[in-house]
């Protein structure tokens, strides 16, 4: 058995484990890297990116599809799936071999290959022959796909996120069982390639919005394109010749249906399970989790931190990448801790019309506190020149003081929206700071004007002038 001893030992070579790494460098103080997989990142390896690359291709599909509405002619499009897969892969590659030569150059002595687990508060044992003893200790381990009943005993015969860029074939057909921002990425993007794709819940939901207005839109939008089956029941799936066999009971009539595949994105779990947490004496609920603060990232009052998805609160890369830079410093520095003020929630899909939800969602509000403006982009002037005027947008104010506390968002590029009414909440600005800001006609912002000028209404505010003094609104605003 060896035995090492640092100041910082760090579970994980992933977004967060890699800025805590950083932080304790920074700090001057020794760590160890701590990695049971491959080095390269579940965003770069299988989730942003490869997610992302897909997509592209499907976009680029979609666009020579509708093409003609706009009077541009165009040989129908074929689809060389090989191709476009081979594409996804060597473009995540070369992200992946970014980041391994990045990891790659961590002294060899501060890294280590295998599992870890606890043996107690600040002592690791990492695979079946290295005991690490730390001061403190970074969980950065990240979260795998859940394979829900009853797919989870054919588990070997269905697919997650990760398997779809190893494809070398776009299959003939596809199940998606979930509705989630990753089965309606990866769903939709598939379905635009030429696969005939049908999705499968058991629940109503479809994204994750909470605003029922913003869910009834969803569902109907998605619906135009996709096939949906929501709030089935009694599914049941079997291994057959050819793929495997889904059945279930909708609107009380029992179906049946052969796919070549089954994708299951039905939400990812923390990877805790092989930590061996109980031997931290830390309280655990039920889920296995220990106490967690936002702020600080420490667990209790003990030495050990968690950053990025293993926490299963905003499983997003730039949170992991903030939770790993201050779990990382404070870890460093403990027993001194210091508490850190948390960027406004954003989170985006990359579906088509685009998904987002900005700092606080409609059911993390106090309903009577807020007014909500909102805006179609059914009728939105540049959202219907680019031929993508589907959508809607409901931004949250606070009563009281006007200040915008957070956006459900539904529609064209709305990645770009999000962000401003990001920046707008995370300055604390009003209804009446934000009009104040210029807006460019004819523009997909313009949509966002329109939703504040309603909520303006209803607040009867407008930087110190009277709703009925607002500027005319010019036509598709
Ligand atoms: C399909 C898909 C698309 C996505 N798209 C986006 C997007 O567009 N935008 C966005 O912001 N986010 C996106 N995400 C989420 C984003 O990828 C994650 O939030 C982020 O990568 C999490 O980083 P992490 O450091 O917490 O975990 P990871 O990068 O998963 O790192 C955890 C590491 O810990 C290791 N590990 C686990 N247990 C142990 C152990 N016991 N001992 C040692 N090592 C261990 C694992 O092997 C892994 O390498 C997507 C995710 C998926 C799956």
Request: proline share 5%; with cysteine.
């Amino acid at each position: 058995m060896t035995t090492l001893d640092v100041d910082v030992a760090v579970i994980g070579a992933g977004t967060a484990g890699l800025s805590a790494r950083r932080e304790v460098e920074k700090a001057g103080k020794r760590s160890v890297l701590i990695e049971a997989g491959h080095y390269g990142t579940t965003c770069a390896r299988e989730g942003c990116m490869p997610s992302k690359l897909l997509i592209a291709a499907a976009d680029a599909k979609h666009a020579v599809d509708g093409a003609s509405r706009f009077g541009v002619r165009v040989e129908a499009a074929r689809v060389d799936g090989a191709a476009v897969l081979a594409r996804v892969k060597s473009e995540r590659d070369r992200f992946v071999g970014q980041v391994v030569r990045s990891t790659e150059r961590v002294p060899a002595e501060e890294r280590l290959r295998g599992s870890a687990r606890f043996l107690d508060r600040t002592t690791l044992l990492v695979g079946e022959d290295t005991r690490v003893r730390a001061r403190a200790v970074v969980i950065a381990s990240g979260s795998s796909p859940w394979v829900p009943p009853p797919f989870d005993v054919i588990r070997e015969h269905v697919e997650v996120s990760a398997d779809v860029f190893e494809w070398r074939a776009l299959p003939r057909t596809l199940a998606v069982v979930g509705t989630g921002i990753v089965a309606l990425e990866l769903g939709q993007a598939l379905h635009r390639l030429g696969v005939e794709t049908v999705f499968f819940n058991p629940f109503d939901e479809l994204g994750p919005f909470t605003s029922p207005p913003l869910q009834r839109a969803a569902r109907s939008l998605y619906a135009r394109e996709l096939e949906l089956h929501l709030g089935i029941t009694e599914t049941s799936a079997r291994v057959v010749q050819g793929g495997v066999r889904i059945g279930w009971v909708e609107d009380g009539a029992h179906h049946e249906r052969t796919f070549e595949r089954v994708l299951v994105a039905a939400g990812r779990r923390s990877n805790l399970a092989a930590l061996d947490l109980a031997k931290t004496g830390l309280p655990l609920d039920a889920q296995g989790k220990p106490p967690w603060d936002r702020r600080t990232c420490q667990c209790g009052d003990s030495p050990i931190f968690m950053a990025g998805d293993v926490i299963g609160r905003r499983q997003l890369l730039h949170e992991a990448s903030d939770e790993g830079h201050i779990a990382g410093a404070n870890a460093a520095c403990f027993p001194e801790v210091t508490a850190h003020v948390r960027r406004a929630g954003l989170s985006i899909a990359f579906t088509d019309p685009q998904i987002a939800i900005v700092g606080r969602s409609f059911a993390e509000l106090p309903h009577a506190e807020i007014a909500t403006g909102e805006v179609s982009y059914e009728d939105q002037g540049r959202a219907r020149l680019m031929g993508a005027n589907a959508g809607l947008v409901e931004l949250y104010a606070e009563r009281a003081s006007c200040r915008i506390l957070g956006a459900e968002m539904l529609g064209p590029s709305v990645e770009h929206l999000a962000h401003l009414v990001a920046w707008a909440v995370q300055r604390g600005m009003t209804v009446q700071d934000c009009l104040s800001m210029p807006f460019y006609h004819p523009t997909l912002e313009e949509g966002l004007r329109t939703a504040l000028i309603a909520l303006a209404k209803k607040l009867d505010v407008v930087g110190g002038c009277r709703a009925e003094d607002l500027p005319d609104e010019c036509p598709g605003m």
